[in-house]
């Protein structure tokens, strides 16, 4: 690689996607390796083991089966002509028995039962909301109430009288005017 390295230069080296497709094969080996052990790992689980006693060992095979290769130079197996066969007979189907009807089954009885745990939790939540909503009424309540900031009205009568010497007729009159417009509201 040339001693100063950027992206644009290892996007066209050659060395980068061999490298890149020897990640990605790797990653995928990993990937699948880890699918298929953990396959094993849970059916390993639920499958029974056969007992010592009732597996066949290998080395006897089966006798009941055996595979016959014929080949197509010998000319009586060439051509197999189909047996004629005879018409089956028709099989009678025994009628069905007479399926005996279900019984109802009892009702359980409608008392008074104890809630279960779930059943006592939600009950809970409900609560715990009515409760909460029973608070938030309060508060909306408290907040929409008009009421006159009486601090406001004594701070800004305060800074009239201490600047009354500084101030001339008309800005004590626009004063007044606005508190008076204040304490309407």
């Given amino acids: 690689m040339p001693a100063k390295f950027n992206l644009y230069s290892a996007w066209m080296d050659p060395h980068f996607y061999v490298w890149a497709a020897v990640f990605a094969a ?9 699918r298929r052990y953990l396959e094993l790992k849970n059916s390993g689980d639920f499958e029974e ?3 010592a006693g009732s597996v066949a060992p290998a080395a006897e ?3 009941s089966e055996k595979t016959v290769v014929f080949t197509v130079e010998q000319p009586e197996f060439a051509e197999a002509q189909p047996e004629p066969q005879e018409e089956p007979e028709p099989v009678q189907e025994p009628e069905p028995a007479a ?4 019984q109802p089954v009892p009702e359980p009885e409608a008392g008074p039962r104890e809630p279960t745990a779930a059943e006592n939790f939600v009950h809970g939540i409900y609560a715990g909301i009515s409760d909460l909503d029973e608070r938030m009424k309060g508060i909306e309540a408290a907040l ?5 900031n009486n601090d406001f009205t004594v701070k800004f009568l305060e800074d009239i009288v201490q600047d009354m010497d ?3 007729k008309a800005k004590i009159k626009a004063r ?4 008076l417009s204040d304490l309407k509201k």
């Avoid at 399926?99 to 279900?102: K, L």
């Avoid at 007044?176 to 508190?179: D, G, S, V």
């Fill in 26 to 34: 790797a990653l995928f080996a990993m990937v699948y390796s880890i």
């Fill in 166 to 168: 500084s101030l001339d």
């Fill in 49 to 51: 083991v056969p007992e």
């Fill in 144 to 148: 929409s109430k008009n009421h006159i």
């Fill in 61 to 63: 095979p089966d006798q």
């Fill in 176 to 179: 007044l005017e606005y508190l």
């Fill in 99 to 102: 399926v005996p009807e279900p």
